[in-house]
């Protein structure tokens, strides 16, 4: 209720600020719906050629008739109802050229876009300067204009090349950037940095972190359709946050609509290895003990006095508390999907109007995947070597609602709203010999519900004041994030297998006073709550100070506060034991309960007293202190931004300052001693960006900034995080510091017109006291910070029309055929010489980082046909997934995962004037595995020879690979398998 009051409060104060119009009787205007479907629709976008900023207040006229406006805030215009035909449009504005726009083709019933750039005028104030240019040269040159005035260097994707690919999820869209990588098919890696190393932001306002155990984004949870575009700022500015050094990865969601619409689309896809094919699932995962048990504060107060009365209170609890263990089968089925989106346009009285869209989806994915997993004792040494099995089924449903109000071309108001909901219900199915060679075997399942909620609102105010001509943009943020883990259940069964290849029962492990991922009828639950409020104010102003001198000024602040409670809990079976009206109970239970089976194992007839001499099972509550803690943190920022503009040279400049503070609280493991981290610190953060334009098609750039990289509450909590698929312990640090961060660019684009591009840029980071996770004994990873750290590379983008490139202007095939690429070279350098007290590791690999990430694709658009088709096609090289002693023969070796590629495919075709839309994807085509090694660099490995030595010394920095994969020698640790996926989707608009 009280967020709900202050959205309102502020829509009042800033739509009073604003001027709402009131008629003469003091109330509101009303609101009429305009039959947008009625006539056509003409729009576009103003902008500066010198900046490619959005220009207010520009009149706009459509020669020969009576009809003009001028432009918005944010240099927007619209002409409604115009009928279809061959228009020309005129542009003015005081002290720039006046343009005028010919033949501009208006098709019926539809909307046709315009961007056009305008020239300001300097020293000509008194003359008339009119120049007429053709509609279609005119939007390529804007928009030509758009990228190449780009503050930042930056790449991005839009709503329509997204649509030209197979992407189901934000993170398969982010595959395609140049730079970026997918970790885990949801973690962004930028320039070979990891996920923790960038930032989120939704409509402008920050996202918060979605996992229990990293500083990541999880960008699997965001439907792909819902996009309007997608950036990855790579450089800093002052109006950019400063906790960066990959990205800042900025999410659009769709904007309202100019007309009114309705879409729906439906889909179904088969994969080759999951379709069809045999599934184990859980039917009672979503059940959480704590709401039948006591809390573990009173549970561990029963457990501790053993009073005849407890022992029998915890037993009965264990009865009452019942879930059924048992697996069932049935066949996994194909995979689904469904979108319906509605689009309405409001007119209000004068030039008042409002814009909403509306959209829900929701997606059902099945996936089985085969993973070989082993373990060694000392690098070539295998322990254990077993088969694991996943089945599961994940359920994204998402609903999004944008409002859009605009008063005047001077003042608009925008309220975006995304709520995402991911479940997932997984079983692990895990057999093989507890150690190599050995006769005993191990049968381990596990059953996991995980529910993940995220809504995030942003209230979004735009501004001008035509006197002052002052712009002042303003955001107001909420996100909440409620990730929960119900009851997620463990248990182990172990057998014998005899000489005569047969084995003998499976028998449970119990242990008295203990429980965990180690024994049998073990049971996990957590709950993570997150909250981030933001706001964001800046104001801007341009000042002119000669006819080739002037500056942009924006100042502005930022307030973020973020809170997270997360606790989890250990419960399990152990045997009933302990003395109850003076009879003892501790060698009287029934070893034959341990042979029975998962559906039978844990029933209320196997707990507490079974007879005069004869016990069964009972809970215990494991938890610990370190299973819970509560955090939050505030940061208050404040900036200046100048933005110069001296003839060819424009210099971005200023500099952030950032007042952050972090606070958290949790106790060691026996729950009372406690442990507090309280850190603040104030951040002075400059930059500067130089744009030389050569000419109109060409730029250098150069920048230069510090940023920073501040501990996640999970890395700072003691907490240790359990993966059940990967059996990996995760640890936070509470010692952890700051990294700091020095960054440097070179940049030469070409935009030779059409969309194409060709650029080329050199990058250099260099970090103080980097945080990269250490792999420890036992199987337990944990947050360190490293002495220091660099990171530098290449990168590469090129994309073309085919005609183009063979010289051909006349082909419209070749027209139709644009061909793209991008590439980053990448190298880093870490010194974790203080984690593992090794002289020899000053030089090795950051954690994560690529030496190469490869994007290439052909793209084939016919309009006129309705045909379109995509193939795009994305490698990494090997990186280094954990960090670890990389000295020869070293305890506990680093985590390697291998290169791999993906290859993906869209035919569409369009019907009923692109009314109706089909889709055929195929994704992973290649279906390459996924391996995780340890990497031995051995003495008498063969040479490489030939090509290769060539490629691997540009693309790995080693002629012999020595970090690659190579399965003779190396220890293979993960390799799991995955599928083709064929796809048909049809889209159909109202």
Known sequence: MKRSFLIVFIFFVSSSFAGIPFNSEGKKTTITHENSDDGSIIKGTVIEESTGKPLPLVNVNIVGTNLNTTTDAAGNFSFRKVKSGKYSLQFSFFSFETKIISELEVLDNEATTVTVSLSEMHGVLDEVVIKTVKAKAESINSLLTLQKNSVHVSDGISAESIKRTPDKTTSDVLKRISGASVQDNKFVIVRGLNERYNLSYLNGAPLPSTEPDRKAFSFDIFPANMLDNLIINKTASPDLPGEFAGGVIEINTKATPDKNFQTISIGGSYNTITTGKDQLYSQDSKSNPSTILPSVTEFKALQNTKTSTNILSIADFAKKYQSDWSLKNKTFSPNTSFQYTLGRYFKLSGDERVGMIFSLTNTVSNNYNETVRREY?????????????????????????????????????????????????????????????????????????????????????????????????????????????????????????????????????????????????????????????????????????????????????????????????????????GFVNGVSYNSTYLASINTQSDKTIFNASNMGILGPKSSGLTLYDGTKGTDAYIANSKLDAAYVLIDNVFNNLRIVWGARLENYSQHLVSKEDNGITPIVVDDAKLDLLPSVNFIYSINKKQNIRLSGSKTLNRPEFRELAPFVFYDAQTKFNT???????????????????????????????????????????????NNTNKYENAKSGRNFGVELEYRTLLSSMFGSKESKFLDDLTFFTNIAVIRSKVDISNLVQSSKLVDIPMQGQSPYVFNTGLQYMNKEMGWSSTLNYNKIGSRIAIQGNQTTNGAVPAYWEKSRAFLDYQLAKTFLKNKLELKLNVQNILAQDLIIYQNNDLANTPKIKGVAVALNSVFNGDSQDKNGFNSKEDDLIFKTKFGRTFSLTLNYNF
């Not at 409002?403 to 199915?429: A, C, P, Q, T």
């Not at 000489?499 to 996990?524: L, V």
């Not at 935009?751 to 650029?759: D, L, M, V």
């Open 731 to 777: 640890e936070g640090n509470k010692n952890l510091i700051i990294a700091q961060i020095l960054n440097a660019d070179l940049r030469y684009e070409i935009f030779p017109g059409k969309g194409q591009i060709f650029s080329t840029s050199i990058f250099y980071k260099e970090f103080t006291d980097p945080i990269e996770l250490q792999a420890q004994a």
């Open 377 to 577: 004792e000392t690098p070539g040494a295998l322990k254990v070597d077993q088969f694991d099995k996943s089945y599961s089924s994940q359920n994204l449903f998402a609903a999004l609602g944008n409002i859009s109000l605009k008063l005047n071309s001077k003042n608009s108001f925008s309220f975006k709203n995304l709520y995402s909901v991911n479940n997932e219900n997984r079983v692990l199915d895990k057999n093989g010999p507890v150690l190599v060679n050995d006769q005993v075997y191990s049968s381990t399942t596990s059953r996991l519900y995980s529910n993940n909620k995220i809504y995030s609102g942003q209230l979004i105010g735009e501004h001008f004041l035509p006197e002052s001509k002052i712009k002042i943009n303003w955001v107001g943020g909420y996100s909440a994030i409620n990730r929960e883990v119900p009851n997620e259940r463990r248990n182990t069964y172990t057998y014998v297998k005899l000489d005569d290849g047969t084995f003998t029962q499976s028998s449970a492990i119990f242990a008295a006073g203990n429980t965990g991922s180690n024994y049998s009828g073990s049971i996990y639950s957590s709950k993570n709550m997150e909250s981030i409020y933001s706001t964001k104010v800046d104001v801007s102003k341009k000042i002119s100070f000669s006819d080739s001198f002037s500056a942009d000024i924006k100042i502005g602040g930022i307030t973020q506060k973020r809170n997270r409670n997360f606790q989890a809990r250990q419960l399990g079976y152990v045997p009933f034991s």
